[in-house]
C-alpha cells in the first residue's frame, strides 16, 4: 500500500498552460508538505498544511496556489507555467507533535516546453 | 539561518567496505535530523530520525550519530552492498519552524560489486 502517492508521475506541457498535481497520503497524518527539487537536486520546502490550514508559505510566486481538500490531500495548481517551473515536485507527510519524521511520495516530474 | 552541507559528495566504493556518510549544519539549535535515501526517479525513504536528545539511532547495517555542539551527524553503513547506491541526504528543521526541513546537498554513493 503507498503511503504518499502523487499523479501525476510525469507532467510535460506547454509554457503558459495551467496543471494541477494531486497528493493523497494514507498515514492518517495532520501534516502535508509540498517540496521543490531543481535540477541540481537542491531540494526546498514550498508549502506547508496542518489540518487543512495553511502554516508554512515560502517565498514561492503566486501563480502556485495549494489548495488542502481535507487532512488526507494536498493538491498543487500552477497558473501560467514558466520555463523555469521545470522540477520535481515531492509531496510529503508527517504527524506534527512529537517532531515525527516526514515520509515522501515519489515526485511529480515537471517539463516545460 | 540553518545551512546544511554534506561531503563527500560523491562516494564510490567496492561491496563490503563500511563507509560513513558526513553532514554539516551551521545552528545547533536543532530538534532532530533526518537522513534519507533517494533512488534515480523515486522519492525519499526516510531511514533515521535522530531526536536532539539522543546521540545517535541504529537500524540494521545503519548507524546515525548526532553532535549538535560541533554541528555534526554521520551516517556509518555498514559491509555496503550494491543495494545501498543512492543519494543519501540529511535534513533539519528549521528553527524558526520545525517542520519546515532543510535539506543538505547530499552525498551520491555507489557501491560495486
Known amino acids: 500500500d503507498t503511503a504518499v502517492s502523487q499523479t501525476p508521475k510525469y507532467l510535460v506541457t506547454q509554457m503558459g498552460n495551467d496543471k494541477s498535481i494531486k497528493c493523497e497520503q494514507n498515514?492518517?497524518?495532520?501534516?502535508m508538505y509540498w517540496y521543490k527539487q531543481d535540477s541540481k537536486k537542491f531540494l526546498k520546502i514550498m508549502f506547508s498544511?496542518?489540518?487543512?490550514?495553511?502554516?508554512i508559505n515560502e517565498t514561492v510566486p503566486n501563480r502556485f496556489s495549494p489548495k488542502s481538500p481535507d487532512k488526507a490531500h494536498l493538491n498543487l495548481h500552477i497558473n501560467s507555467l514558466e520555463l523555469g517551473d521545470s522540477a520535481v515536485y515531492f509531496c510529503?507527510?508527517?504527524?506534527?507533535?512529537?517532531?515525527?519524521?516526514?515520509?515522501f511520495g515519489d515526485g511529480t516530474r515537471l517539463s516545460i516546453l | 539561518k540553518q545551512e546544511v552541507t554534506q561531503i563527500p559528495a560523491a562516494l564510490s566504493v567496492p561491496e563490503g567496505e563500511n563507509l560513513v556518510l558526513n553532514c554539516s549544519f551551521t545552528?545547533?539549535?536543532?530538534?532532530?535530523l533526518q537522513w534519507f535515501r533517494q533512488d534515480p526517479g523515486k522519492g525519499l525513504t526516510s531511514l533515521l530520525l535522530?531526536?536532539?536528545?539522543?546521540r545517535e539511532q541504529t537500524s540494521g547495517r545503519l548507524n546515525a550519530s548526532l553532535d549538535k555542539s560541533s554541528g555534526r551527524s554521520t551516517l556509518y553503513i555498514a559491509a555496503s552492498q550494491p543495494g545501498d547506491s543512492a543519494t543519501y541526504l540529511c535534513?533539519?528543521?528549521?528553527?524558526?519552524?520545525?517542520?519546515?526541513?532543510?535539506f543538505g546537498t547530499g552525498t551520491r554513493l555507489l557501491v560495486s560489486p
Open positions: 510529503a507527510s508527517s504527524q506534527l507533535a512529537g517532531h515525527q519524521p516526514q515520509h
Open positions: 498515514l492518517g497524518h495532520d501534516t
Open positions: 498544511y496542518n489540518n487543512k490550514e495553511l502554516i
Open positions: 545552528d545547533s539549535a536543532i530538534y532532530n
Open positions: 535522530i531526536q536532539s536528545s539522543q
Open positions: 535534513a533539519l528543521p528549521m528553527n524558526t519552524g520545525f517542520q519546515k526541513l532543510v
